[in-house]
Each structure stands twice: as structure tokens, then as C-alpha cells.
């Protein structure tokens, strides 16, 4: 007989922090979800994280990187939302699809439960079927990662008609679950306004009210805002909102999210919910993290670095590139200015591409479809003839091989078949396997693969190996046919999968040019840079230094 969906099982083991978000969305609770975690981390406490999306798209792979921000791919080649970036980020850990929940998903399997009959003939009804997996899929995440505890953060805002469902499963969850085993968290709203930058406390009183509405209590209320609580507003929240004082927590905007954690913890907020859900409260460990911050902060110099696109109105669609260079910025103790190129402006505007011509470093980031392409192409061809440092990731790497196919091999109209199906000289072509898929969704060459890196080359020098696994999303690849052509004229296929196909080019007589068919970018931590993004910078500031030397001391006789 199917257990019954309306209580799950009584569990001393998993204690759950829902983080939610009231006011307006867009306030950071993706961050600070992930420093909740970082905070318990520090403490040597085994945590893991899940995102409920409330959209009914299965995961966020159709999506356009102007309605959501990018596609962040997982090693088991989930596309899930960006937050899920941020958690592997500041827990240095990777995660896998089922810590991103959407309604699609909860819906498909229920559906297929029915379909099954697994509800032996009952009514399939929200409440309970559907709030039942929404809770059985929490506590297997927490199960499957081995984690004392589970941070679960709800997108959207309360009050949403699609997260009514989530946050009700959440409430009965906490009941299940018993005293001292969930804490809510509250992300919210405190604005400013007049002249002299009065804050505001009733959104958050009302956003509160709404939350309490449904059952549920927030024990910490986060408090966004553009500058530091006073403390009679803090007391007021306290007051109005039925928190303890000690649980109205003010994170106001800071220069980088990785300063986050350590604006908590300063707070008490770590030993808070240490003693909400009766956690050991060890010293937290930071001396990465600060050190990491440290160098960030004191910076000597600065390197800008290109980025051509064709989303750039939304820096979201390029979030693991832009982190990237944070990383390498917290390491490298340089300054990265990232100046943004819409790639379909670049072929209309002499002054932009003057402008990139003075640039340190180039980066072609990934992207779909024909909008665009020319002005990509027009930046590569920059930075190779220029002997600027260019890195191309997924599509910028498919670019390249088109530019150098066009303007070093003589082959006017090379193109990819995803731009122009009859060029005459497809350098890019279709994968085989996707000749015969219809449907979009999931069914890419997605998640991490093994490549394998040429002896000598420039790119196993970068990585310190000659194997390493990355993580890929793309239908289309290096036409072979072209491969000996390239050679010739000096641009190598430096990487293969273990089926052949080619991972990574580099032109031989360029100061650094590299182009990879994977994402580098997922896979870079703030305290493990990507070595590629690394190379480039490395590269970027070797550069400038030999185009603008330091005077020598002068001498005196």
C-alpha cells in the first residue's frame, strides 16, 4: 500500500532553512541562501542546497537568457536557474538536478504517478499529492547529498499564485519535522525615500503579514536595502513582525556578493540558527574567504577586458563569465574591468570597434541562433591579428574556427550551418545525434564530458594536465573535414572528447588564443579560479605590461 501523501515521516535527522522573498523579486535570495550555507559550511556543518522554481517549465533550458538570466549546466547535464550557480560557488560544491525544483517537474510526476495508478483510485489534489512531492523531493535532495542540512529557497514572492503550493508543503514540512528542525528566513524589501533617505519598514510588515497568513513564522527577516539599518528601524521590524531583535538582519548593497557571508556573520546570524535548530556552533572557519576578499579589495592596476555578446542588456545572461573574473580578480590582486559589446552594434559602429581594439582581453561567451554572428566574428578577428588575448567559450569557439576558415584559409563564405544551412563550407555542422531530435528541451550534448589535452599544447600548460571534465551545452561542433586546413595554417585542435570530437583549438603564433567547446565558467570558484579565465588574465596583464613598461629608476653618478 502507497504511503499516505498527507504526513511524510517524523525525521530527527534533516533540519530544513527556507529561504523566501517578499516586496519585489530580484532581491538576492539566491545570495543569501548561499551564505546561509556558507556560514553553516564554515562551521563544518554538511549542508546542501535546492531551488524551487515556480515556473511550469520543466527546467530553465527553453528559456531566453532575457526572461531568466543564463542557464547554469550541472555536471549530470541538468540546465537549471542561475542560483543554483551561486550555490556551487560559495559552498565549492557541485550539485545535480534534483536540487532544482520546478512546478513542471512536481506536476510530470504526479502525473505519472496517476497515470500508474500509484494513488490506488484516490482524487489527485494539491493538497495532498502535490504538496506530498513536493515534500518527499526535499527529503530525498537532503538524503542523497548526506546533509544535516538542507537550505531551500523559494523563487518568486510570496503572495505569487504559483508558489502557494511549495510554501504550503514547506509549512506542513515544518510541522512534520517538529520543534527545532526548520527556520524561515525572510528576504525583504526596506527602502529609502524624501530627501534625507527615510527607510521604510511597512512593505516588509505587509510582506510579513502574508507569509504569516499562510502558517508560517519567519524566525530571521533579511533586510535589502542601499545602506546599513539604523537600529530604530530595526526595532521597529522586531516589533511589528513578531522576530527577536537578534533576527532582523541588515545587508545592505555591497561591492561583491562574496562579502555577503562575513556581513552575516558579523551579525550573529550563524550562531542564530545554530541555536534555532540546535547545531553545534564551532568558530567558523574564513581564512580563505578573507584572504580571497582581501586581495580583491587591494588591487594594484587594471586589465579591461572585452566581452562581446549579444544579450549584454542583461549582464544575468553572462553571470559565471562576470564571476569568473571576480574570482580571478580575488587572486590575482588586479583590477578586471569588463566593458560590454553588443555584437550586433560592433559591425555598425567604427568607435566601438576602436574602442575594442584597446582592449586587454577578448572573450566571445556563448549563444544560439544568427543575431549577432558577424560582429563576433569581427572581434575575433581583432584580437587574432592584433595579438590580443582572446578566449572563446561554446559559440565563440564555433566563431573562431568560421573567422580563421574566412580570413586565413580564403574561404569567403565558411560559415556555421546553424547561421547559414547552405554555406558552401559548413566549418560548423550539426552533431550526428542531433539530426533526428524534435524536441528542445534537454536534448543537447549537455554535462560534464571527459577531454583529453594535446602533450606541449598551450592549453594543458594552462590546466597543469592533459584530461580534465567540463561541463558542455551545444548542438553543433568543429566540422572534421576542415581540421587539416586549419593545421596548415598554424590552428590546432588541442583537445578531443574520448569519441574524437574537437574540444579545444589554438592558434600556434599567437601571444594566447584559445577556444573551447565546453563552459569553462561554470566550474570557477572564488577560491579556485578556472585556470582558463586565469590564462586569460595572466595573459591580458602581460600584455599591457610590454606595451606600457615601467620606466627605470634613474641613476645618478
Known sequence: MAPSPYEGPRSAAVKVIVVSGGVISGLGKGITTSSLGRLLKARGIPVTILKIDPYLNVDA?????????????????????????????????????????????????????????????????????????????????????????????????????????????????????????????????????GPVGEAKTKPTQH???????????????????????????????????????????????????????????????????????????????????KEFLATYRRCEGSVEVAVVGKYVELRDAYLSHSEAFHHCQGHLGVEIRLQWYDAEDLPKNPSLVARLERSDAVLVPGGFGARGVEGKVRAIEIARTRGIPYLGVCYGFQMAAVEYARNVLGLAAANSTEVDPS??????CLLEEQKAQSDLGGTMRLGAQRVVLSDASRVAQVYGQTEVWERHRHRYEINPAYLDRLRTEGFVDSGRSVDGRVEVLEARDHPFFLGVQFHPEFLSRPEAPHPLYRALVQAAIARKEVASPVAPAPTFA
Open 61 to 193: 533550458g527553453t528559456m531566453n537568457p532575457y526572461q531568466h538570466g543564463e542557464v547554469f549546466v550541472l555536471d549530470d547535464g541538468t540546465e537549471a536557474d542561475l542560483d543554483l550557480g551561486n550555490y556551487e560557488r560559495f559552498l565549492g560544491q557541485s550539485l545535480v538536478g534534483t536540487h532544482n525544483l520546478t512546478t513542471g517537474k512536481i506536476y510530470r510526476a504526479v502525473i505519472e504517478k496517476e497515470r500508474r495508478g500509484d494513488y490506488l483510485g484516490n482524487t489527485v489534489q494539491i493538497i495532498p499529492h502535490v504538496t506530498g512531492e513536493i515534500k518527499r523531493s526535499i527529503r530525498e535532495v537532503a538524503q542523497a547529498a548526506g546533509a544535516e542540512v538542507v537550505l531551500v529557497e523559494v523563487g518568486g514572492t510570496v503572495g505569487d499564485i504559483e508558489s502557494m503550493p511549495f510554501l504550503e508543503a514547506l509549512r506542513e514540512l515544518s510541522y512534520e519535522l517538529g520543534e527545532g528542525h526548520t527556520a524561515f528566513v525572510h528576504t525583504t524589501l526596506v527602502p529609502t525615500v
Open 207 to 289: 510582506s510579513v503579514r502574508e507569509l504569516r497568513a499562510i502558517g508560517i513564522r519567519p524566525n530571521l527577516i533579511i533586510a535589502r536595502g542601499p545602506a546599513p539599518l539604523t537600529p530604530e528601524i530595526k526595532a521597529k521590524i522586531s516589533l511589528f513582525c513578531d522576530v527577536p531583535p537578534e533576527g532582523v538582519i541588515s545587508v545592505p548593497d555591497q561591492p561583491v556578493i562574496y562579502e555577503v557571508p562575513l556581513v552575516l556573520e558579523a551579525q550573529g546570524v550563524g550562531s542564530f540558527l545554530c541555536r534555532q535548530l540546535d547545531l553545534p556552533d564551532r568558530p567558523p572557519e574564513y581564512a580563505a574567504w
Open 423 to 428: 554555406t558552401p563550407d559548413p566549418v560548423v
